[in-house]
């Protein structure tokens, strides 16, 4: 049986929700695992609402687009309302608490509660909140090791950020503590 | 029938070897058999035929490759100097020019005119102006004047209708691209000996990569203006002139300057 | 030491990939003008050029920039440009010239929602204005449709190569999202396409040959139909050699979903959603819009219960589908429009709602 993760990561434009996806493309890379990373584009990327699909399979992908997700990564409002329904029964929702009024209803997936950007203000870089929200993620679905990810902040950062990556790894780490000490009994 | 066989004769003109043995098209009177053949002399005596590469406008001159005996493309009606940007950005080494009448430079293609020169291209642009569209059959042109006669402007170019002839020549002198820009005239041998010296330059000026050399020539069209060639070569000094004066616009090293009306 | 032969994996986007590979094919010159959702192929051009010896311009224009392929590519140097659906159209005429003057260049066309203005999501509504003309008169061009990451850099191999072979221009039609998406690929390798200057090239007319001449002007009927006969004859030859398509899961398939594209992606998905409930469906991927892949079409009609054409456009493949298939069997379409994407889900239903529900009603 070929596995496959398909996974909608949302958010607003400057949250970090691309590169979110793009880490965990990367990762799967390098652990030579097939991947596919579908961005929105246009104007969505100068400050709206911005989403990525990302793939990871042992086997080949054929649609890069999918309507229905194994997890969902949610970091706003509009995009909880749009994404919610479109998880897969048994499936995963993450979301990020501060930004959402209107919490999840569905009792037929997973649903995880992030304190990401007051975490992330806690190490005085907001910019991180999207790691926390990996680290999260990759607590509950570890698709890709911890060693990837450390390898593919080197990609998808810039080499003049590449000092903030042990930040970055701390951030990650936070998330999964997170999960660890609010959801131990549901994992 | 015997041939005599002269000899010991002197040979005072003979056609350059950059001209083909193809009869020119143009129409008595017509200025562009003198530009072309001003043209290939300049490329002969420079010995560069080996070296350059023209490209053609859509318009009367648009089978220039007829006559132009050296590597040549035709290229879309306005686009010659976007055809000559693509040649010379592969073939830095080469010279390469342009060759285009007024509706093919200054109407259809006046974009591709302005940002030609303003990348500061290293070619040549020759722009040929005879206020008037010959190949259609005597249209008016964007540098026809004001008043002038034509098939489209039948009651003369209004410019409250349809604006002002264009010197799109001083227009594009304003740019840093440009490096040396002048306009000349074939109605004359005196205004042919000139054009030449300026031509010769702007080849010579092309080996510098300094920016574009542009080279207007006012020329004639009888068979558009309705008149007899010996009548337009009168219409182009009174009427041409005053509106497209002769002489150097922007040369190297000095400030842009007023043409110069020496010959009028 | 590392194994040198190792092939070079990367994560990349479909235009990045894309121009990574027209650099590792020895490109000479791009020539481009920006617009969305293709402007990263001019970017990674700009942003590589001095760094790996070739020439890059961004133009003032679409028709500037095509102008300039026809300039360069004239002078014998292997160029591109690439632009999206209303930048393509003003290339037409540009094009048009190209083909006639037998002049080999790619072009790309991150496609783009329309008609008009439209939107900047990802179409298939080019496919008519790609395989069928776009601009005046008979020419065509060699049309690939790349459907991953992966083909968005092999193709461009592939067109150069038809391209300077049959001395005809190649068109890589893809759209947005393949442009904009990132997948895993291996590059291919630089060197592997030798490049020779044409000798019809206006390089400047030596002592030893006729000068050349680079024009698309015959203006003599009689001539300008032999200038059609030689190209048609080129056309033809191209059609009986150059034709790739892609099948999955036909050994058995009774229902036939064609795509090209993105879309033939989803249509993968489809088949598999629809096979785990029994219905025998596979797919044909036509890679060379022109040539089109019309025999195994026709072979395949001979035993399918029908065809579902699937674009993202408002049916244009369908047309030659059922030019292929001659009335043998039924073919239905599918499609999505204006920057719209079908989900394999809705591709799936459709093709139940023609197939297996109407044979229930009848």
């Known amino acids: 049986m070929i596995k496959t993760e398909e996974i909608i990561v949302a958010g607003f434009g400057g949250q970090g929700v691309l590169s979110l996806g793009q880490v965990l493309s990367y990762s799967a890379i390098i652990e030579d695992k097939e991947t596919s990373w579908m961005p929105s584009y246009g104007p969505e990327m100068r400050g709206g609402t911005a989403n990525c699909v990302v793939i990871i399979s042992d086997g080949r992908i054929s649609s890069p687009l999918v309507s229905r997700y194994d997890s969902a990564i949610i970091l706003n409002q509009p995009s909880l309302d749009k994404f919610e329904s479109c998880v897969k029964p048994g499936g995963f929702l993450f979301y990020e608490e501060s930004t959402i009024v209107n919490p999840p209803t569905r009792e037929d997936i997973h649903i995880f509660k992030i304190a990401a950007t007051e975490e992330a203000n806690k190490l005085n870089k907001k910019q991180v909140a999207n790691m926390i929200m990996l680290g999260a993620f990759l607590e509950v679905r570890s698709i890709v090791k911890l060693e990837s990810v450390s390898k593919a902040l080197l990609k998808v950062l810039p080499e003049r950020h590449h000092h903030l990556i042990p930040l970055n790894e701390k951030a990650i780490g936070i998330g999964k503590e997170i999960i660890q000490k609010q959801y131990q009994e549901t994992i | ?264 | 030491m590392e194994n040198t032969n190792k092939k070079e994996v990367r994560l990349m986007k479909g235009n990045e990939a894309l121009a990574e590979a027209a650099i590792r094919a020895g490109l000479h010159a791009y020539f481009g003008y920006p617009i969305t959702p293709q402007s990263e192929i001019l970017e990674y051009f700009e942003e590589q050029a001095p760094k790996r010896g070739f020439t890059v311009l961004q133009a003032e224009s679409e028709v500037a920039s095509i102008n300039m392929i026809y300039g360069a590519a004239g002078a014998g140097a292997r160029v591109m440009t690439s632009s999206s659906s209303p930048g393509v159209s003003l290339m037409q005429e540009g094009i048009s010239y190209i083909a006639t003057a037998e002049l080999p260049c790619l072009i790309v066309n991150i496609t783009r929602g329309g008609p008009g203005l439209g939107t900047i999501q990802p179409s298939q509504g080019d496919y008519f204005q790609s395989v069928k003309g776009g601009g005046h008169g008979d020419y065509k061009l060699f049309v690939l449709a790349p459907s991953s990451v992966q083909e968005m850099a092999d193709f461009v191999f592939d067109a150069f190569r038809v391209s300077e072979k049959y001395r005809i221009p190649a068109l890589i039609l893809a759209d947005g999202a393949l442009g904009q998406m990132m997948e895993k690929l291996t590059l291919p390798e630089e060197g592997s396409l030798p490049h020779v200057t044409p000798e019809w090239g206006t390089t400047g007319k030596t002592k030893d040959r006729e000068r050349n001449i680079i024009t698309s002007l015959h203006i003599q009927p009689e001539k300008m139909e032999a200038i059609n006969h030689h190209l048609q004859a080129k056309y033809k030859a191209i059609e009986e050699a150059e034709v790739r398509y892609e099948e999955y899961f036909m050994e058995d398939a009774e229902i036939v979903f064609v795509a090209f594209g993105l879309s033939a992606r989803i249509c993968q998905k489809a088949v598999d959603i629809v096979r785990e409930k029994g219905i025998k469906a596979g797919l044909i991927r036509p890679i060379t819009l022109f040539p089109f892949p019309k025999q195994i079409i026709s072979e395949t009609a001979n035993r399918a219960v029908g065809f579902m054409v699937v674009e993202m456009n408002a049916g244009q493949m369908v047309e030659d589908v059922q030019l292929a298939v001659n009335g043998k069997c039924p073919v239905y379409f599918k499609g999505r429009m204006g920057g719209m994407i079908p989900t394999p889900e809705e591709i799936a239903v459709a093709l139940e709602e023609k197939f297996i529900h109407h044979e229930e009603k009848v």
């Open chain 2, 1 to 264: 029938m015997e041939i005599p066989v002269l000899e010991n004769l002197e040979v005072v003109y003979k056609k350059p070897e950059t001209l083909t043995d193809t009869p020119f098209h143009y129409c008595p009177g017509c200025g562009h058999g003198v530009a072309h053949r001003v043209l290939m002399e300049v490329i002969d005596e420079l010995g560069i035929q080996e070296e350059t590469i023209g490209v053609a406008p859509v318009g009367c001159s648009v089978f220039a490759y007829h006559y132009m005996n050296i590597d040549m493309q035709q290229a879309a009606h306005g686009r010659a100097s976007a055809a000559a940007t693509g040649i010379k950005r592969v073939l830095p080494e080469k010279y390469v020019f342009s060759y285009q009448g007024d509706g093919d430079l200054a109407a259809i293609g006046t974009a591709e005119t302005i940002h030609t020169v303003n990348r500061g291209e290293n070619i040549l642009m020759v722009f040929i102006n005879n206020a008037i569209y010959g190949m259609t059959g005597g249209q008016m042109a964007p540098t026809s004047l004001c008043g002038q006669v034509t098939s489209t402007t039948p009651y003369g170019r209004d410019p409250a209708k349809i604006g002002f002839p264009l010197k799109i020549t001083e227009l594009i002198a304003q740019l840093p691209g440009a490096y040396f820009v002048a306009r000349h005239a074939v109605h004359t041998p005196n205004a042919v000996r000139k054009l030449k010296k300026a031509l010769r330059s702007a080849f010579e000026y092309q080996k510098l990569n300094k920016g574009t050399c542009f080279i207007e020539i006012v020329s004639n069209c009888p068979s558009g203006w309705k008149l007899s060639p010996l009548e337009s070569q009168k219409w182009i000094e009174e009427n041409m002139f005053p509106m497209y004066p002769l002489g150097d616009i922007k040369v190297p090293g000095k400030n842009i300057t007023a043409p110069s009306t020496e010959n009028n």
